[in-house]
């Protein structure tokens, strides 16, 4: 056991190492010798492939221990101790950490070699490929510490990743402002989280502040204290996960290359608001109130941003904002205590979105990065591996029966049901149609048809094999992740559900078999009624139509982010205006210019006596002398 723990350490190590060794490289040889993309692809797969080699050997010895003994602690250092706060350089791997290992890595590694294709020629190759092994190194930390702060080290570290990576083309200058925009948002988010952690330890973390810890203590918080906790803690969720009101960063997060689309949205950053609250499963599921604000702030965000998929033209940001939507179906499942259930739709999920961006980023690549999808059209014929391993991307996405995503997302709606809320499954289900609509909107609009701009149609291509074997490999994954959960009614044995249950507190709701499958077809309806409204509209293809009334508001997206920049942007602009402009001046750079003008006043003084004669320093030496001994006379007497 010791010496599988020791591996803990090393699954971040070997991306955070690529990380630091492909970006001296670069910064050695970017201008006078580059090297060659091969040697700096091979170094950036070497490190998550490792990882994933390590994350299955984890996950293989947790396997063979007994359920109740299925975790392993590996403290590194003591990184700091004051008072009663004792905080280890520690990780954790337990049955919800190892899955989350597993994917991760594995999902993360696919996405770097497909990066080798994508990036291609791109100046800053090198620089590109040390963000992306730190940004996965960062959400390994993440996934592993042994406690919050561990934690909170990489919940920084991917956003600070997320804000290189969106900019990372910053001769564009909207690239630049959607990092910014990222990393702002998230800063609110994080102020939540680090006053929920702060108002943790001051409740129960004497006792430890580990995971481990603050399960056995949980029953010692007072509501109060525990309801504030969970709430704080999910603010931190909500940007990093990007839930009401703080969900406005993540479509204009697309700006960056298709590839950290795809890392942020499937694998990283996005997912760590529920594995966070998963994680923290011993508190919320003792204060169901606010389990219950989790799961409507996600219902609701999903439906708002189903709403604006509806209606978006760039191919990224529709899947951006499908994103969006989906974690709420994730918070929606966390938030009524069907953990595992959430958890399950992050895994699927993590399959068919990263397919997805990455389907968008061949389409892209082969139109020469146009991402207009109403200057698409009958790309079928011309990237028929692209389009086959989309559409089984779409399916999953639109929950379409027995492909990965019906199964994760049916169960949230199942689960949300089964505990009585009924309104969350009834936007759920409604949510189900819209998502298979605009989904297939998208795939009808880029795929069939007839091209709306014969250039770029005649000059389209598949990409190379470096980039079309992910997209296949994660479409198997997108077809079949959810045979690992099958539900009693489809005899299986819920495998995910069972593996997780030792890391989470939950109870399965029962319900009778005839309402659980009124309940699945309900949602089997909704979605095939959503792709039929798709085709009837755009399957034969269709002209670009002008957006009136509430498609218009949709499109604009309600406006919310010139609401934001007038309410928040523009005052907090106007009053940094005014303090550098009058109190920067006249009351901080005060005491700076009283300093100057007293040191040159004390130099003006002085310098009568600095003439730089021999003599005249000789006699101030015996005055000086003379004094000293006169002082001493005095005090010996």
Known sequence: MEHTATYLGLIPLFPLIGAVVIGLLHMLTCKNNPLPEKLYGALACIGPLLSFFLAVVVFVHLKGMPAEQRFLVHNVFTWFAVGDLHIDMGFLADPLSSLMLLFVTFIGSLIHIYSIGYMAKDQNFGKFFSYMNLFLGSMLILVLGSGPVVMFVGWEGVGLCSYLLISFWSEDTNNVLAGNKAFIVNRIGDLGFVLGMSYLFWAIGAGGFDYLSLKANAPTISPAIGIAVCLLLFVGACGKSAQIPLYVWLPDAMAGPTPVSALIHAATMVTAGVYMVARFSFLYSEFPVAGSVVAWVGILTALLSAIFGMFQKDIKKILAYSTVSQLGYMFAGVGVAAYSAGI?????????????????????????????????????????????????????????????????????????????????????????????????????????????????????????????????????????????????????????????????????????????????????????????????????????????????????????????????????????????????????????????????????????????YVRVYAIYMVIGLSLMSLFLSQSIN
């Open 344 to 612: 399950f739709h992050v895994f699927t999920h993590a399959f068919f979105k990263a397919l997805l961006f990455l389907g968008a980023g061949s389409v892209i690549y082969a139109l020469h990065h146009e991402q207009d999808i109403w200057k698409m059209g009958g790309l079928k014929e011309k990237l028929p591996t692209t389009y086959k391993t989309m559409l089984i991307g779409a399916l999953a996405l639109a929950g379409f029966p027995l492909f990965s995503g019906f199964f994760s997302k049916d169960e949230i709606l199942f689960s949300a049901l089964a505990t009585g809320h009924t309104g969350i499954w009834m936007i759920g289900v409604f949510v189900a149609g819209m998502t298979a609509y605009y989904t297939f909107r998208m795939i009808f609009l880029v795929f069939h048809g007839k091209p709306r701009v014969q250039k770029t149609f005649d000059h389209a291509h598949e990409p190379p094999a470096v980039m079309t074997i992910p997209l296949i490999i994660l479409a198997v994954g997108a077809a079949l992740a959810g045979v690992l959960n099958l539900p009693g009614i489809f005899g299986g044995k819920l495998i995910v559900s069972h593996w997780l249950a030792p890391s989470l507190i939950e109870h399965h709701p029962h319900m009778g078999i005839g309402a659980e499958v009124l309940a699945m077809i309900a949602s089997v309806v909704a979605v095939v009624i959503g792709i039929y409204i798709a085709f009837k509209k755009f399957g034969q293809g269709a002209e670009e139509p002008e957006f009136k009334g509430f498609a218009k508001f949709g499109y604009y997206k309600f406006y919310v982010d010139e609401i934001y920049n007038a309410v928040f942007v523009q005052p907090y602009k106007g009053f940094g205006s005014v303090i550098s402009r009058f109190i920067e001046p006249n009351v901080t750079d005060s005491h700076v210019r009283f300093s100057s003008w007293l040191y040159r006043k004390a130099g003006t003084a002085f310098k009568v006596f600095q003439v730089g």
